[in-house]
């Protein structure tokens, strides 16, 4: 147990000036079990290490643990906590908790065996904790760790404290938000940037920043995807071939027999393989409706522009960088679908985005808005694009 609270005390050290994530602040962190899934280099472990050093700081009471440890290969998960709970501990912190055999009944069974002790769990997008998962059904408190929005980077970039805004007060008051915003900080001087490489936290560190984009893509479609969804690694080479497709064609309009015949499989197979994608935050897929995993979708999305710069060898176009952009800002807390037409967007059923540069709108009765490129203050229905950065 030593050698534990050695690897956690050395980690927290090592964590000084993180970009602070608005997660932190809508997690419920008096949940006996909370779980937060993330893409692979989203930041899940300085996020949780960040948390850990300002609430608990040298308390011997929590205890961050990385189940790539080799110990867990020979000793029980359940054992472990167990002993962390008779020598005081209090939270349990568990880093990529899916690479333990069985994790989800292990979770259950501390859960079940000891309401004294919190645990607080990472993991692959990939994983289900509450949709076909008995074991923690009606116990954990699932979250998502998204990457940087717009605002997150903006803040961090220009030392700046901006707050978050709903929808609502951006439709009513954009104008006022930009303007505002444009007081303290030109945001259109950072946008191309955030654009290239600022939905990933670790473009603070990386040098080579689209080469570990594509490290992370590939541990994903090597690692977790097969891992979790227990799909055969020799498969691999055709979901890596898949992805590539996808990203020289965007917006992809899916043509399920054309992609089953480019990669050498069924028309079944494809529709899992968009599926494993989307679940593993790689892209985004618009459906007419609701969505439905039975049917194609009318429109396939990289899931942000920076892994639409990694993969694809042509330059993105500003419409799909656009397009891109907005549908990944929207996507975190609102419903998104098609009305069918090229570059438009329906939100929560009730709301018409057309994204880029369309003609004025003076008669707004459809509730129909333009999300427009390259501008600092919006007009009326107008709103500039960047301001949607600041949904979250």
Not at 18 to 28: A, G, S, T, V, Y
Not at 216 to 227: G, M, S, Y
């Amino acid at each position: 147990m030593q050698k534990f609270y050695h690897t956690h005390f050395d980690l927290l050290e090592s964590v000084k000036f993180p970009i602070q994530r608005e997660l932190k602040n809508e997690i419920d962190w008096r949940s006996r079990l909370i779980g937060i899934k993330g893409t692979r280099g989203i930041g899940k472990t300085i996020f949780l290490l960040d948390y850990i050093k300002s609430t608990f700081g040298t308390d011997k009471s929590c205890l961050y643990v990385n189940l790539n440890n080799f110990y867990f290969s020979g000793h029980s998960l359940v054992d472990f906590a167990d002993e962390f709970r008779k020598t005081g501990g209090k939270t349990l912190v568990l880093d990529q908790v899916f690479k333990y055999p069985d994790w989800s009944e292990a979770l259950r069974n501390i859960y079940n065996k000891y309401p004294e002790l919190q645990v607080i769990f990472t993991g692959s997008p990939v994983m289900r904790l509450k949709d076909d998962n008995p074991d923690l059904e009606g116990k954990v408190q699932a979250y998502h760790l998204s990457g940087l929005s717009f605002r997150e980077f903006l803040n961090f970039k220009t030392d700046n404290n901006f707050s978050k805004y709903s929808l609502e007060d951006i439709l009513k008051y954009h104008v006022e938000i930009a303007k505002d915003i444009l007081f303290k900080v030109k945001p259109l001087a950072y946008f191309n940037d955030y654009l290239k490489y600022g939905f990933y936290p670790f473009f603070t560190e990386s040098l080579n920043f689209g080469e570990n984009v594509l490290k992370i893509v590939n541990l994903t479609l090597e690692i977790d995807i097969p891992f979790l969804q227990q799909m055969e690694l020799k498969f691999y080479p055709k979901l890596k071939k898949l992805i590539f497709e996808l990203s020289e064609d965007m917006p992809h309009v899916p043509n399920v027999s054309q992609l089953s015949n480019s990669i050498d499989t069924s028309r079944a197979t494809v529709m899992n393989y968009l599926k494993y994608l989307r679940n593993a935050r790689l892209i985004n897929m618009v459906y007419q409706g609701e969505l439905d995993d039975a049917k194609k979708p009318e429109r396939v999305y990289m899931q942000n522009t920076n892994l639409l710069y990694a993969i694809s060898q042509s330059e993105p176009s500003n419409e799909v960088l656009n397009e891109t952009y907005f549908l990944n800002q929207l996507k975190k807390g609102h419903k998104v679908s098609s009305n069918g037409k090229k570059g438009e967007f329906l939100i929560d059923d009730t709301l018409l985005f057309k994204v880029g540069n369309h003609k004025r709108i003076t008669n707004n009765i459809n509730n129909t808005y333009i999300g427009t490129h390259m501008e600092e203050v919006g007009v009326d229905t107008r709103i500039p694009l960047w301001l949607f950065g600041f949904l979250y």
